[in-house]
């Protein structure tokens, strides 16, 4: 069964770029038909989906975090990274990363990871 585990600093300064990396263990990230998201929930909020990069490479953004978004991946380490750059107090929230069959990850549906704290602060 696929795990996802994302990981990343916990704290990030107001106008630096935020990186996280998922670690996929139990299944390839080119295997086809899947889009491997990534997706944030800040407090007292509905979970946001971001973006996603699909099992042959493609990337797909939120129109609203397009401009500071960027995901990648690294097939030799079945790992796929996400980029948010210029990052504000509003970007605080829990990151999850997920894969699902369509390009909008699911809650109740597909694999998700458990999911990690980052805040922007100074």
């Known amino acids: 069964q696929v795990q996802l585990q994302e990981s990343g600093p916990g704290l990030v300064k107001p106008s630096q770029t935020l990186s996280l990396t998922c670690t996929v263990s139990?299944?390839?990230?080119?295997?086809?038909?899947?889009?491997w998201s990534w997706i944030r929930q800040p407090p007292g909020k509905r979970l946001e989906w971001m973006g996603a990069i699909t099992y042959s490479g493609s990337t797909y953004y939120s129109p609203s975090l397009k401009s500071r978004t960027s995901i990648s991946r690294d097939t030799s380490k079945n790992q796929f990274t996400l980029q948010l750059s210029s990052v504000t107090p509003e970007d605080t929230a829990v990151y999850y990363c997920?894969?699902?069959?369509?390009?909008?990850?699911?809650?109740?549906?597909?694999?998700w990871g458990q999911g990690t704290q980052v805040t922007v602060s100074s």
């Open positions: 139990g299944g390839s990230i080119t295997t086809n038909y899947y889009y």
């Open positions: 997920a894969r699902d069959t369509v390009l909008e990850a699911r809650p109740d549906f597909g694999s």
